[in-house]
């Protein structure tokens, strides 16, 4: 099968290399200005524990030379229209699909290409680049594809045989349910990684604690008024995450660390990898947070906490524990 995947970074990486040494026929589409002069690049992943690596040499192009069977996007929300009017003139009639960053995302690849040619999905992993053309990967990895028309279900069996290993690739019958509870996890780790913090600190530390779950509270009684119902994701009870609101305060360190959020896989990275990903998820926590926020404003239900923590993460810059707290309590 002839693939085409769509995003150079950490994750459009693991799935070439994971898709590759399945004996796929896959090329790594990148900017120009990324690509490497060889044309080819050998894509190295490095997993933790413990610190196995895997490999395969991807050809690298700039542009699709001909239509191939499908479109990988792995590409952020924001970043989707771009590749879209990349790849739309000459991909053809292949289905693509889509890889969103946050709960939402496939509305520009649907318009462009049309909802029968869209394969929605979500992808849980804890991934960095440590250098150019190789990851770093830690714990398990998942792959949730929505069940599409019948025209594509041979399509989504192939990839879920492919990717039979880690990550490990699954078909689920909720897609927006599953990609709203991977934002309500995104949102509470980037509560931590704003503090700079390990993930482990929503159980040891009271302040991002209350901030946390404030923040889980407003974000379960905007879905529940707009009519959104969470999915369970692989190895963590989504129904749980969304009661630990109600867990008294005295109690709710101990009820995080019986979470699987709090156990973050990002923890057993090195540690500059590990202040990367932390980096990466206060970057991502402004555009997860405007899904959530743009709900509550339909539906009027109100949110400070997470407008306060959309506004802290916009900056760009840590805050530390006691500061952002205070932050939050004063609406600054």
């Known amino acids: 099968m002839n693939i085409i995947v769509v995003g150079a970074g950490a994750l459009g990486s693991v799935l070439a290399t994971t898709l590759a040494r399945a ?11 990324r690509a490497p002069e060889a044309g080819a690049a050998r894509l190295t992943i490095v997993r933790d524990p413990p610190a196995a690596e895997q ?17 990988v996007l792995a590409v952020p929300t924001a970043a989707m229209p771009d590749a879209l009017a990349a790849i739309a003139p000459v991909c053809g009639a292949a289905p693509a699909l889509v890889l969103a960053t946050g709960p939402q995302g496939d509305e520009a690849a649907i318009e462009t290409l049309g909802a029968d040619r869209v ?12 250098r150019p053309a190789q990851a770093r990967v830690a714990g398990a990895q998942q792959v949730l594809l929505g069940a599409s028309s019948a025209t594509l279900d041979a399509l989504i069996t192939r990839l879920v045989e492919a990717c039979d290993g880690s990550p ?9 349910g599953c990609r709203w509870s991977a934002a309500l996890v995104a949102l509470a780790r980037g509560v931590t990684a704003l503090a700079d913090q390990p993930t482990a600190a ?6 991002l604690s209350s901030v946390a779950r404030n923040m889980i509270r407003e974000a379960t009684e905007t879905l529940a008024t707009a009519g959104v119902t969470l999915a369970p994701l692989p190895a963590l009870d989504s ?6 609101h109600a867990v008294p305060g005295i109690f709710a360190g101990r009820a995080w660390r019986n979470l699987d959020l709090s156990v973050d896989a990002a923890d057993a990275l090195p540690p500059p990898l590990a202040a990367t990903l932390r980096a990466r998820r206060r970057a991502e926590m402004p555009a997860i947070a405007a899904s959530v926020l743009a709900l509550a404003g339909a539906h009027h239900v109100a949110a400070p906490t997470i407008e306060r923590l959309a506004l802290l993460a916009a900056k760009g810059a840590p805050i530390a524990p006691d500061a952002l707290a205070r932050a939050i309590a004063r609406g600054k």
């Open 23 to 33: 004996g796929e026929d896959v090329s790594l589409l990148m900017r120009p200005d």
């Open 55 to 71: 490999w395969a040499i991807v050809p690298v192009v700039t542009m699709i030379a001909e239509p191939p069977d499908l479109v």
């Open 119 to 130: 394969i929605r999905g979500v992808a849980l992993m804890t991934a960095v680049m440590e």
């Open 168 to 176: 490990q690739a699954s078909r689920v019958p909720d897609v927006t």
């Open 202 to 207: 929503l159980g040891d530390d009271r302040r």
């Open 239 to 244: 129904a749980r995450l969304a009661r630990l």
